[in-house]
């Protein structure tokens, strides 16, 4: 399978708490929904046709605990096509303190995660995908299991919150694969990892 991570973030970075004013206020964080209403009809059908063409789904735990109290459990949220795909796939938690997941179809991940991640994507199929789980993608990224990533850019600046990449971390190169805008100024940007950057030689 490839994996694919699929993240929604703003000019600045930020990934926290774009649903829901409520759903994610650590460290201070009081700038949530700021996703909501963004995007036109064509980037919402994008959204959700990735959704729908996953194989599998893995997440971090808290992304992981958000959708099963949302697409998991909500009735409306469930029979929507996302919620729809989300409860049909199997879904795997990188997790090592979660012990008894309420979401049907899941499977805790502990131990060697790299060699449980390495183990799902040599299954035959389409797309392992991850959503969210910002830990987790940078911890993909640094182990060089990701082969496509794909950021939402929503044309807000925050000025707070936890951004996807940290102001100190490991260096990457990408090759855009594919690039869009939507009449709202939403950009769909799709990448593929291409090792290291070159940088100027003294």
Not at 93 to 99: D, G, H, Q, R
Not at 155 to 171: C, K, M, N, S, Y
């Amino acid at each position: 399978m490839k994996l694919t991570t699929m993240t929604q973030v703003t000019l600045d970075g930020v990934m926290q708490g774009n649903g829901a004013t409520s759903d994610d206020r650590r460290n201070g964080f009081e700038r949530g929904g700021w996703a909501r209403g963004a995007g036109d009809d064509e980037t919402r059908t994008f959204i959700t046709q990735t959704y729908q063409r996953a194989e599998a789904f893995l997440f971090g735990r808290r992304t992981y605990e958000l959708f099963a109290g949302s697409w998991g459990s909500i009735g409306q949220m469930r029979a929507h096509p996302i919620g729809v795909a989300l409860n049909e796939a199997p879904k795997y938690v990188a997790s090592t303190t979660l012990t008894a997941p309420r979401w049907e179809n899941t499977t805790v991940l502990r131990g060697d995660l790299a060699a449980a991640v390495g183990e799902l994507k040599a299954k035959p199929g389409g797309e392992l995908q991850v959503h969210g789980s910002g830990a987790l993608t940078r911890w993909l990224l640094e182990n060089d299991l990701v082969d496509e990533m794909i950021l939402i850019v929503v044309p807000v600046i925050l000025g707070q919150g936890a951004r996807l990449f940290p102001e100190t971390g490991p260096d990457l190169a990408l090759d855009l694969i594919e690039s869009r805008v939507d009449s709202k100024g939403v950009t769909i940007q799709a990448y593929r990892p291409a090792w290291r950057p070159r940088y100027a030689t003294a």
